[in-house]
């Protein structure tokens, strides 16, 4: 005892067929632009030794983005996260410096430990952004913000893929 004909079967399957490619085609419509995960070579030079390590990066285009977080465990700056922001601390003096970097905003605040001295701004050429819970920025500009901040020389070799950081001193390239 059937109650419905192979017809009627065939017409459901075609239609939730339908459906299915419609609804995958809107998804590939409106997906945010390919990203492609990969990593840069960070070479750092200290006084007495000398190490490299792989940074996380994405490519958005023709652009390539570093993870500030990966960027400074690299470096070995301590930092904490906050919503939409990071908190990147030096810890080659004890002077607490703090350097604040925030999702969209273009200016980055080197805050000083004690509450009486002026904060430094400095004013990134890219807006800092937010990928899978992570802040990005184009290399270069990291490696500058992190050249100010920390008063060191952090270079970005697009010929050999690499970054260079000497936290002692001056990079001879």
Not at 11 to 31: D, E, H, I, K, Q
Not at 114 to 138: D, E, F, H, I
């Amino acid at each position: 005892m059937h109650y419905f004909s192979v017809r009627y079967y065939r017409w459901l399957f075609s239609c939730l067929l339908l459906c299915a490619v419609v609804l995958l085609t809107s998804f590939s419509v409106f997906a945010a632009p390919a990203t492609n995960s990969g990593s840069l070579s960070l070479s750092v030079q200290r006084s007495t030794f000398s190490y490299t390590v792989r940074v996380l990066t994405i490519r958005e285009g023709e652009q390539q983005l570093v993870d500030l977080e990966s960027m400074a465990r690299a470096l070995r700056l301590s930092f904490s996260r906050e919503p939409e922001a990071i908190v990147l601390k030096e810890p080659f003096t004890n002077s607490n410096v703090r350097c604040t970097v925030a999702v969209g905003n273009p200016f980055v605040a080197v805050l000083p430990a004690s509450s009486g001295g002026n904060p430094l701004l400095v004013q990134l050429q890219a807006t800092p952004v937010m990928r899978q819970s992570r802040l990005y920025l184009p290399v270069e500009q990291a490696c500058r913000l992190f050249s100010l901040w920390l008063e060191r020389d952090v270079r970005y070799q697009p010929s050999s893929g690499r970054i260079q950081a000497m936290l002692k001193g001056k990079a001879v390239v």
